[in-house]
């Protein structure tokens, strides 16, 4: 329950979906004749919108919270495990694997196996549930592209229940115990994870991914774009994360 009541709340407090609604509540007014309200909640929705998609307003932003851990080049000799944390999929088997599971995904596993293949005698863990309408679990569609990229099935370890990253650190708990081990996510994601994963009294090595920003993109890009808005959203839903796990203690 608490899952599905977080899915909804968070749909409701994203960046496109504020300003649509700030247009929506403007036409209620205009509407009801309220001329002046109606200027004011347009001008604001406007001006909410387009900040939100410029990016030398988010990359900033987005860059900070992506850079909260450096990226881990060379994987530790005394790792046991690497646990990819999931993301998501559409089982379709009429596309190849690749196009199944979503960028994100692809991105933290292929680093994950860049990890893995600096060791040996480590296990690789992926997990991730079906969602509400897929066949197949994020886990094992996960398992699937690594075994596809040469990682021997043996080498794999597959948690298809977790359904968020709370969920995947009481699974580590379990799982990994006290061996040491890396967490690879993406960059905007490896801040609330460590958190949650430390709530755990679990000390994973960080390895971020799938970095949105550089130091070239912060300086230098000065258009509109729906990538920025897509990057908005993202850093909306980890800063709401992070307020959900204050909120919980």
Known sequence: MEFILKKIVSLFL????????????????????????????????ISWLFL????PFVNPILHKLENNYPTLQKAPQNTKYIYVLGGGH?????????SQV????????????????????????VSGYSGLFDPTSHAIMQSRLAISLGI????????????????????AKRV??????????????ITRAMKIFHSQN????????????SIKIVKYSNILSTDTLLKS???FHEFIGMLWLKIRG
């Open 14 to 45: 994203m960046p496109l979906s504020i300003g649509i609604g700030l247009m929506i509540l403007a036409l209620i007014f205009l509407y009801l004749g309220k001329i002046k309200k109606t200027k004011y909640l347009l001008a604001i929705s």
């Open 52 to 55: 939100f998609s410029y990016p």
């Open 90 to 98: 559409a089982t379709d088997d009429t596309q190849p694997i690749t």
């Open 102 to 125: 979503n960028p994100t995904s692809v991105v933290r596993l292929i680093e994950g196996i860049r990890l893995l293949n600096q060791l040996d005698n480590v296990k690789l863990i």
């Open 152 to 171: 021997d099935k043996e080498r794999i370890i597959i948690l298809s229940s977790p359904k968020d990253t709370k969920e995947e650190a009481l699974e």
């Open 176 to 189: 990994i115990k006290d061996n040491p081990f890396i967490l690879v996510t993406s960059a905007s994601h």
């Open 202 to 213: 679990l000390y994973p090595i960080p390895a971020p991914t799938n970095h949105l920003t």
């Open 233 to 235: 959203r993202i850093m």
